[in-house]
């Protein structure tokens, strides 16, 4: 049995030019850092002919083509099963549709184990890029690049999104005392909601397109926001990091009225009184998780507490996606 695992991720400034409908025009910036919650998938060889997958459902199938799952069909496809037998499943930390990139974790997760149940070997850069060709390409998900490399890289880095379609990335030079005020102070809380991010991203991709003046000076501001979120962690100041996510969620909310909702604004608005700097959504909106740079963690998580909002806490991850077991 194989068995790999993929990092979901948290987006720290940047969010949103990743798309290619933004930076094939603009180029895109952002900075990411995987953390160590993950999607799992394991692959194994059953003793009869056939696939057979376990996810948020059950199949069978006798070929590819029945696969209802689209992300493990195109994955299959990619490798061109003659005769298949194989053994599909997946399990993670967080549920789906919260916020942390599940479905890009989802894709490298299931190509490491499939590129590694069939003795072939992918490096960290062409299993993101392979994984967006599935997202993007082969199923037209109105999606960034993110997700896919920041689940195949691990670590805390930036990203540049280039016309052609390429994509470059290095660490951030952060201090190790960075780091750890970044671990100890900066908190996850789920809303409670679940949401698909597909209507709200679809919106900013035909805005761009359509080069909608406000959507697209809004992503530069975004993207400016990007760099100066990078200055600030590289040279160890937290507390400026925290004011810029305050000052990317309220530019963030003006892109979509689905960006947020009145709970999600009342429980904002209390972390503010509360201990944090500064905090926004995770993801495209709409639910999920709030994040927040705290100035006093344990105020602010008694304060999301009473409310009822259960914290993830967590660590970042610098591995990427790996084989656990094989």
Known sequence: MIIARSPLRISLGGGGTDLPSYYREHEGFLIAGAIDRYVYVTVNRPFREGIFLKYSQIETAANITEIKHNIIREVLKCENLKTPRIEISSMADIPAATGLGSSGSFTTALLK?????????????????????????????????????????????????????????APLNISRNTLNKLEDNLLLFFTGFSRSASGILQDQKVRSQKKDADMLNN??????????????????????????????????????????????????????????????????????????????????RSAMNEQGLEEVRFRFDFEGTKVIHS
């Open 113 to 169: 184990a499939v590129y590694t149940f069939r003795r072939k070997h992918i490096n960290q850069d062409d299993l993101a890029e392979l994984a967006c060709h599935i997202e993007i390409d082969k199923l037209g998900e109105p999606i960034g690049k993110q997700d896919q490399y920041i689940a195949a890289i691990g670590g805390i880095n930036s990203y540049a999104f280039h016309k052609d379609d390429s994509v470059s990335y």
């Open 219 to 300: 992503l530069h501001y975004v993207k400016e926001l990007g760099y100066r979120s990078k200055d600030a962690l590289e040279s160890g100041n937290t507390n400026i990091f925290g004011e810029l996510l305050h000052e990317h969620w309220e530019n963030k909310k003006k892109r979509s009225a689905g960006m947020s909702n009145p709970d999600i604004d009342s429980w904002y608005n209390l972390a503010l009184k509360n201990g944090a700097i500064g905090g926004k959504v995770v993801g495209a909106g709409g639910g999920g998780f709030l994040m927040f740079m705290a100035s006093d963690s344990e105020k602010l």
